[in-house]
């Protein structure tokens, strides 16, 4: 007998037996019932016994964690994984893997590595852990229902090698342990270290009062310039970790979800945060920011008094700013004046005027086919790539085509495209005869804009105008709101004196409960249009995209919903694409919208679906192991689980079903993974046993 498999027998471990399959090597057993003990009637069970293994030469031999009682931290990509252990932890694995007294599977593949630990007894988190990046696996934590082959040889050729004593395996560090208890809070730190996630956009910041006078002291920059970052968050209680990271107070997990920045564009310092804080808003905040959130609960007036001397200083000059500015009293009256008439609102009234205003109201028409009216502000809110700017053009020169506005008064300003982009929508707009402006070209410059257009308004030039703006963005910033109030104050000037605006913005990039794309920034631009659209991907697929407008807010006789279509194929025009553009009719429009409301459930269910798949790859598809270790895995309830798993249930990919039932032993319920290219037309209870026994 091989006295390495006594070795590991003596030393308590439990093995599974794993038969070549034509006379190959494999990692995984494929016959019924390996995670049982092994019996008379289950005779290729696991067995911690090197007497139950006599006949088995040539096999290789997996080691049973879950009856075990150990983890295998398993590193398919050694560099990204050091990488990481190093960003958020204390932790280095090349000690690990150094090591003397570690118990190590070495692979004859390169960059691999699989080192062996005890888990506590009574642990009760035993499962598995699994982190990818691009669809590769960097590292899994294995064990409860799993093994790892710890004798013989490799599939793809060589030994597997036994570095270490078996019957000395050390214990389970604690920050594996960790990430075993609490995998969803280090899934989104493991995923930020490798730059997965989106890096958050950085805080906005409120002008201040008086910062403009010379010799003004900003109390911001003064505190970014005295404390950093990283004073702010230990005094009030979070715990560095790892590289440049922290754990917030109050923490279950030791994930340090917290993690400053250093390349920002402006050079300053700032942290975001994925924990439970304040800090996770979705920016990155800097150190005066950090302490306006945590020590004075979002009060900017208090958190700006931050420093006496400051606040004394600016007070000074804004008092000695505003004396120089103070209006000089009125001359005294030699004699007696005359009493001033009482205020009245009859001298603005504007009666007597409705013959000469109603010469000049403009008659009811549509600029963009049903959805822009003539004399209007409105607005489109529309992601990226959804086609808004496409559409836009399309339905302009539908209308100019139409002979329904003038293309001479039509004025498209495209400000959000690159050279190539702004000469061929150019020769569009030549083709068409209206007229096409960009900043920096030609003199015009965006900041100025709210000055042309009350240069418009003074020369009574704004009647019948039209101005598309592309994108609003360029022209006020959306996230202020005083910024965005004075542009449309100046808007509506614009408007009630005969001109028309259409203003194409972004959406935020998070969808609201319904799944529905919402407009981006503050409300005011919203509130002060005549109509507002979202425009939103309904379906794309087969080289099309299908899109659809719909109204939320409306004066006049507007569509609530318009839907259209246009070809995604590459290496087309841009003429070819604004070609391909056809309008859906009610009954394509809502079969694309039910598509859309299954890829929202979809994605809102993901977290559970994807827990749920994660446990059927690790082969439990009884419907009470599935439910048990979906539950594990992710943390949901089981009767989300049990919902999710209900609605999911099918057999048609399309209208999203994730998985199917097999037949199986007793009429137990028994899932199986439904794949998009293949559904599923009959099983039985022997595919059941195969699924359930696959590698692991």
């Not at 208090?302 to 000059?317: F, K, S």
């Not at 993974?673 to 209870?685: E, F, G, H, K, M």
């Amino acid at each position: 007998m091989d006295s390495r498999l006594a070795a590991l027998c003596a030393a308590g471990l439990s093995l599974v037996p794993i038969a070549p399959i034509d006379g190959k090597p494999t990692k995984a057993p494929r016959a019924s019932h390996w995670n049982k003990p092994i019996s008379a009637n289950n005779p290729n069970g696991y067995s911690s016994n090197a007497a139950d293994f006599i006949g088995c030469n040539g096999f290789n031999f997996g080691l049973y964690h879950g009856a075990s009682n150990t983890l295998a931290l398993d590193l398919d990509n050694v560099e990204l994984a050091r990488k990481v252990f190093e960003e958020l932890t204390d932790q280095h694995l090349a000690d690990w893997l150094e090591n003397p007294q570690r118990l190590e599977i070495k692979s004859p593949k390169a960059n691999r590595g699989k080192l062996l630990f005890k888990l506590p007894e009574g642990f009760s988190h035993a499962n598995l852990r699994q982190f990818k990046h691009n669809g590769a696996v960097i590292f899994e934590l294995r064990c409860g229902n799993c093994q790892d082959v710890i004798l013989g040889r490799h599939p793809d050729g060589g030994d597997y090698q036994l570095i270490g004593n078996p019957a000395a395996i050390p214990n389970a560090p604690a920050v594996l342990l960790d990430m075993l208890e609490n995998w969803g809070a280090w899934k989104i730190c493991l995923d930020s270290a490798l730059g997965i996630a989106e890096p958050p956009k950085i805080s906005p910041c409120k002008p201040l009062k008086g910062e403009n006078l010379t010799g003004y002291r900003n109390p911001i920059k003064e505190f970014n310039q005295a404390f950093c970052v990283a004073d702010v968050l230990t005094r009030n209680g979070y715990k560095t970790a790892g590289k440049d990271r922290f754990i917030r107070p109050g923490s279950e997990s030791k994930a340090p979800a917290v993690a400053i920045m250093h390349d920002c564009k402006d050079g300053i310092e700032r942290v975001y945060s994925h924990g439970g804080d304040c800090l996770n808003d979705g920016f990155a905040h800097d150190a005066f920011d950090c302490y306006r959130l945590l020590e004075h609960g979002c009060d900017w007036v208090e958190t700006l008094r931050w420093n006496a001397d400051i606040t004394q200083h600016n007070q000074r000059l804004f008092m000695q700013e505003q004396a120089k500015n103070a209006p000089e009293p009125p001359p005294q009256s030699q004699g007696e004046e005359k009493p001033k008439p009482p205020f009245t609102l009859a001298q603005f009234s504007l009666k007597g005027r409705s013959s000469e205003m109603e010469k000049t109201m403009l008659a009811d028409k549509f600029v963009l086919g049903r959805i822009a009216i003539y004399g209007q502000a409105t607005a489109i809110y529309a992601k990226p790539n959804t086609g808004k700017t496409l559409l836009t053009l399309w339905l302009l020169i539908q209308a100019v085509n139409a002979k329904s506005i003038a293309g001479t008064d039509v004025f498209y300003i495209n400000a959000d495209d690159n050279y190539r982009g702004l000469v061929e929508k150019l020769k569009l707009a030549e083709r068409h005869g209206f007229e096409m402006l960009a900043p920096g070209h030609n003199g015009f410059e965006a900041k100025l804009f709210i000055a042309y257009m009350q240069a418009m308004v003074k020369d009574k030039s704004a009647h019948g105008k039209i101005i598309i703006l592309d994108t609003l963005k360029k022209f006020a910033d959306l996230m202020d709101k005083k910024t965005s109030t004075d542009f449309m104050k100046v808007g509506r000037v614009f408007v009630t004196n005969g001109g028309t605006l259409i203003l194409l913005a972004h959406t935020n990039k998070n969808r609201n409960g319904d799944g529905k794309v919402v407009f981006g920034g503050t409300s005011d631009i919203v509130d002060d249009v005549d109509c507002a659209y979202t425009l939103d991907e309904i379906s794309g697929e087969n080289g099309k995209k299908c899109v659809l407008f719909e109204n939320i807010k409306a004066r006049g006789d507007v569509d609530t919903e318009a839907g259209y279509t246009y070809s995604t194929a590459q290496g087309q025009t841009y003429q070819q694409r604004l070609d391909s553009i056809e309008s859906l009719d009610k009954t394509t429009a809502e079969q694309a919208k039910q598509e859309r409301r299954i890829s929202e459930q979809l994605e809102k269910d993901k977290p559970v679906i994807d827990a749920i798949l994660e446990a059927l790859e690790q082969g439990n598809t009884l419907k009470t192991d599935l439910v048990r270790n979906a539950h594990q895995n992710g943390g949901f309830s089981k009767a989300r689980i049990n919902a999710v798993l209900n609605v999911y249930t099918g057999v048609h990919y399309g209208k999203g079903h994730r998985w199917y039932l097999v037949p199986g032993d007793k009429n137990a319920k028994v899932y199986s993974v439904l794949s998009d290219i293949w559904s599923p037309r009959q099983a039985t209870a022997d595919a059941y046993r195969v699924a359930k026994q696959g590698e692991n």
